[in-house]
């Protein structure tokens, strides 16, 4: 068998194909899942993601390349749930971008969408971390790059490349020190070698089974949430949209993200279109600004000062925050109010202890039910708020906050990083009225960084870390 080129009804096939695939494989890929905890949760998220766009391409009739493209990018970024989730978006936006304006797609247009993915999703994150999904996908491009001079026939191509990804994934235990004592390969670069095995098997004309692709939500299980006390050097969290004025490239914003990374970290730049979107902790926002204006004018400029520490605390009132233990009914309007908040709570019990602090919507997730971008969205549409302030509660969720924030036109978005339900808390607590919206997200940010919290849960796979011995359903404890 020879195929020289793929047209829109093949990619259509090849994309719901990948989808299924790595829909059939989600649990095996969960069980890989040890960085920095065996917690279960990158091929839900990955899954997940994969299936916003999958909802979009659907409601398409006979759709060319083109329609295909904006459906799977703008799909899968609106529903990007976890870090793996957004790194997966991140390749299909940069795919997607390259393959728009094709008729056909042969090895040459295959080659220069790959190397493009690769290249969205480095800009994106902002410490590439090798031995990663990330490393899988730069394995495909490399191979690529050798294979397009030697072969026309997408067969051949597909399968040199899937062979070469394979050899990759295997090899990621030695990138990871983490993977190598638990005896597993990266679950993101397992994840994205499904899709696209289970693309190549679409190309060759094998049965798929598509009965599961439609699905939108996954059955809830125990949340294990992942901990972390990363501090904060740098003391101004800035961000702002540059709309382009002048010539931005790749050379352009590998400039622009090198003067960045030498003033600051927590560094994420990403390109669309004819706007560029920057987050940076810097102790000099000024020079990351005067840097920006070089390319263009600014918007939704934002600098919270997170080392600047109040000592005011929120007054409840006990008798009114026990009556308020249900979520706002969305059917009933509410005056336009200054500040809103919004939660990501994982049971009945912290849902009514949110409520009580006087948070207007409480998002149903955790650290394995990652809410979405869209998820997101929805909630911000109601909460009739100037100021809304979001409480991600997991590390996990926090990048599906920020791509709400910048997909928000009509509101001013705080993304308050709580990384875990008592700085959540914390942070609603040290809400002051008669404080900015910038003060009270610098003093929120500041106070529950203070906190240290510690969890009881079950291990979901036998693994190893620091020389100790875990099995499937020992009771640990994460601190």
Request: aromatic content about 6%; proline content about 3%.
């Amino acid at each position: 068998m020879v195929i020289k080129t793929i047209d829109a009804t093949t990619l259509k096939k090849m994309f719901l194909a990948g989808a299924a695939s790595i829909e059939a494989k989600k649990e095996y890929i969960n069980e890989l899942n040890v960085f920095p905890v065996p917690d279960g949760d990158t091929g839900t998220n990955m899954t997940l993601t994969i299936m916003s766009a999958v909802k979009e391409v659907n409601a398409l009739v006979d759709p060319s390349i083109e329609e295909l493209a904006k459906a799977i990018s703008g799909g899968s970024l609106r529903g990007a749930r976890g870090n793996s989730g957004v790194i997966l978006s991140q390749l299909f936006r940069g795919f997607c971008k390259e393959i728009k304006e094709s008729k056909e797609i042969n090895v040459t247009v295959m080659t220069n969408a790959i190397q493009k993915a690769v290249e969205t999703a480095y800009r994106a994150v902002m410490k590439p971390k090798e031995g990663t999904i990330l490393t899988v996908a730069r394995g495909a491009a490399e191979k690529a790059a050798q294979l397009v001079s030697e072969t026309d026939d997408m067969v051949v191509f597909g399968r040199e490349v899937i062979a070469h990804m394979d050899v990759v994934l295997k090899n990621t235990p030695e990138l990871l020190p983490v993977l190598k004592e638990a005896g597993v390969v990266d679950s993101g670069g397992q994840g994205l070698l499904e899709i696209v095995k289970g693309a190549y098997d679409a190309l060759l004309g094998k049965e798929i089974s598509f009965a599961n692709i439609t699905m939108n939500e996954v059955s809830d299980r125990v949340a294990r949430e992942r901990i972390s006390t990363d501090d904060i050097k740098f003391g101004y969290c800035t961000e702002f949209i540059i709309n382009l004025e002048k010539e931005y490239n790749m050379h352009t914003e590998n400039e622009f993200k090198g003067y960045l990374e030498s003033i600051g970290d927590s560094l994420v730049v990403v390109s669309d279109d004819d706007i560029v979107k920057v987050h940076v902790h810097t102790n000099d926002p000024g020079l990351a600004i005067q840097k920006a204006l070089t390319y263009g004018s600014l918007s939704r400029m934002k600098i919270d000062n997170m080392r600047e520490e109040h000592n005011e605390r929120l007054i409840l009132d006990a008798e009114k925050a026990a009556k308020k233990t249900e979520e706002p009914k969305k059917s009933e309007p509410k005056p336009r109010k200054k500040a809103g908040f919004i939660a990501v709570s994982m049971g009945d019990g912290l849902d009514e202890i949110f409520t009580g602090l006087g948070v207007d919507y409480i998002i149903k997730g955790g650290q394995t039910m990652n809410p979405s971008t869209e998820d997101m969205l929805n909630a911000i549409s109601e909460v009739n708020a100037d100021n809304i302030f979001i409480l991600p509660n997991n590390g996990n969720i926090i990048l599906a906050a920020e791509q709400a924030k910048h997909l928000t036109e009509d509101k001013n978005i705080y993304v308050i990083p709580s990384k875990t339900v008592p700085q959540g808390i914390t942070a609603v607590i040290n809400f002051v009225f008669d404080k900015s919206p910038e003060e009270n997200a610098a003093r929120m940010a500041e106070e529950m960084k203070k906190v240290k919290s510690g969890q009881v849960t079950y291990a979901v796979r036998d693994t190893s870390i620091d020389g100790k011995e875990i099995k499937q359903g020992n009771i640990m404890g994460i601190g």
